[in-house]
């Protein structure tokens, strides 16, 4: 079996279109943000402070050794980037969802495109993460068939390394059936929140009750289970009118309203404003 590799990029291609893109961004090499990767998943690595990037519209800065990881969902324009380390890999090379799904799409750090996780790296957790970098970046010039087997090794580690930066950070309940829950909860909210718009109608594909949902959200001090909803339909509805030219209707239709104004209601609500006020000042 022939796998691609180049030197230049540090991006593995295989035969059954895997892919994966390890380099480090300086400033004004912002280029990658504008590659579409079908199914990719990217994290990014801060090596200097007041990194400022615009996701989904909102500004964000991040600071030396934060991590954040995006879905291809998340529409990302940098303003302002310093040294970076940059990892993008697809579902072909590291199919998440069938593997480990605490450290996949399905896990804690890529659930759904409506959360934006960030970690920060501690002096003593940071030694583990550069050596893995560094580890990583080798085998990337490694040319034999062991390659690939090789990346998504290293792969999965660095994603267990974050993934329990985040559990201790974000404190997550112990209760491994109730992050399941969660986990899955978000899942399906990604999967539906087009045509689904009720805690009971996720309820029901969970085999749990509202009440049951409501009640593990509320005991990790998080946001409602109907909050989860709104925001996504919400995140959608921004993305359509900033960054699409699709008429409010059209946009209302493709997150499940057939009426307009009960649209713009629920917009307004959330926004503070119309959907054709916030279009304006775009």
């Given at each position: 079996m022939n796998y691609g590799f180049s030197d230049i990029t540090m991006k593995f291609i295989g035969n059954t279109n895997e892919y994966l893109q390890l380099k480090t961004l300086e400033q004004c090499d912002c280029s990658?943000?504008?590659?579409?990767?079908?199914?990719?998943?990217?994290?990014?690595?801060?090596?200097?402070?007041?990194?400022?990037?615009?996701?989904?519209?909102?500004?964000?800065t991040f600071n030396k050794n934060q991590i954040v990881f995006l879905t291809e969902f998340h529409q990302v324009t940098v303003n302002h980037?310093?040294?970076?380390?940059?990892?993008?890999?697809?579902?072909?090379?590291?199919?998440?969802?069938?593997?480990?799904?605490?450290?996949?799409?399905?896990?804690?750090?890529?659930?759904?495109?409506?959360?934006?996780?960030?970690?920060?790296?501690?002096?003593?957790?940071l030694l583990q993460f550069e050596t893995l970098w560094t580890m990583f970046s080798i085998e990337?010039?490694?040319?034999?068939?062991?390659?690939?087997?090789?990346?998504?090794m290293m792969l999965k580690r660095y994603l267990i390394l974050c993934t329990r930066l985040f559990k201790a950070q974000d404190q997550y309940p112990e209760e491994k059936i109730e992050i399941d829950i969660i986990r899955d909860f978000n899942f399906l909210v990604e999967q539906?929140?087009?045509?689904?718009?009720?805690?009971?109608?996720?309820?029901?594909?969970?085999?749990k009750s509202p009440k049951t949902l409501s009640n593990i959200f509320s005991k990790i001090g998080s946001k409602t289970p109907l909050q989860y909803i709104h925001e996504r339909?919400?995140?959608?509805?921004?993305?359509?009118?900033?960054?699409?030219?699709m008429q409010i209707q059209e946009i209302a239709y493709e997150i499940g309203y057939d009426d307009i104004q009960a649209f713009s209601r629920f917009f307004k609500k959330q926004e503070g404003v119309s959907p054709s006020v916030f279009k304006e000042n775009m």
């Open positions: 990658v943000f504008r590659e579409i990767i079908e199914g990719s998943l990217t994290i990014l690595w801060f090596q200097s402070d007041a990194n400022e990037l615009v996701i989904d519209g909102k500004i964000y980037l310093e040294s970076t380390r940059f990892l993008r890999f697809n579902r072909h090379f590291y199919c998440v969802i069938d593997h480990d799904t605490e450290v996949g799409c399905k896990g804690l750090l890529f659930f759904g495109a409506s959360q934006l996780p960030v970690i920060t790296i501690s002096e003593k957790d990337m010039q490694s040319k034999d068939s062991l390659q690939i087997d090789m990346l998504q539906h929140f087009k045509t689904k718009h009720s805690v009971a109608e996720y309820a029901e594909l969970l085999n339909k919400m995140l959608e509805a921004r993305r359509r009118l900033r960054y699409s030219d």
